[in-house]
Structures are given as structure tokens and as C-alpha cells.
């Protein structure tokens, strides 16, 4: 939603606020816990992939993202999948990543 001006802004948010306690929902609160990776895979001199969650379920899923120096990008996910060997691997940018290449970071 794009807004004329800050004034506008202002009028529609105090609305959404507004409405919000009516209905009982509690304003959505960022998180300031630093989610550490469990495995990283290096893919340059620079960075590579970080994994921060497995998700076992009836189709395990990866949370990870590609962390560059600085550069974080949005955390994603992808299915877990398995080779014929027996190899568990997910996909991103069109490239397999095995999971048996990844070190451990986070020993518990």
C-alpha cells in the first residue's frame, strides 16, 4: 500500500491499530533473538549456505539462507529429498546441496 504522505500513514495505522483491540489481536512483535546456523556449507572464500532449522515431518523440510560477510539474504525453505543411494538433499538456485557436505556448527 502506497501512502501520499506521512499524514496518511499515521491516520491509516492508527485504524489497523484501533481495530486490532477491538478483536483482541496482540501487534505482531519482531523477535530480537539471534537464531544461531546447526550447519554451514561454504560454497566461496566469502560465504555460502547456513542452516538454521530441520522440520521433521511427513515431508522433512530445511530452513537456511545464503550468508555472504555481512550480506544475509531472507531465510527460506525447501523439501528434503533423497537419491536413490540413499543421499538427502535439497535444492536452491537450481543446484543440489547434500546434507552430508554441511559441518556441523551448533554442538549440542
Not at 500513514?9 to 544461531?36: D, L, Q, T, W
Amino acid at each position: 500500500m502506497k501512502f501520499k504522505n506521512a499524514n496518511q500513514r499515521k491516520a491509516v495505522m492508527a485504524k489497523m491499530n484501533a481495530y486490532r483491540c477491538k478483536i483482541n489481536i496482540p501487534s505482531v512483535v519482531k523477535s530480537k533473538k539471534k537464531e544461531k546456523p546447526i550447519a554451514t556449507c561454504p560454497q566461496s572464500n566469502w560465504g555460502g549456505i547456513a542452516i538454521y532449522d530441520i522440520d521433521y515431518d511427513i515431508d522433512d523440510k530445511v530452513k537456511f539462507r545464503w550468508e555472504f560477510g555481512d550480506k544475509k539474504e531472507r531465510m527460506r525453505t525447501a523439501k528434503i529429498k533423497s537419491t536413490k543411494t540413499g543421499r538427502h538433499y535439497f535444492n536452491s538456485n537450481g543446484s543440489r546441496f547434500y546434507l552430508d557436505e554441511f559441518m556441523k556448527t551448533d554442538m549440542r
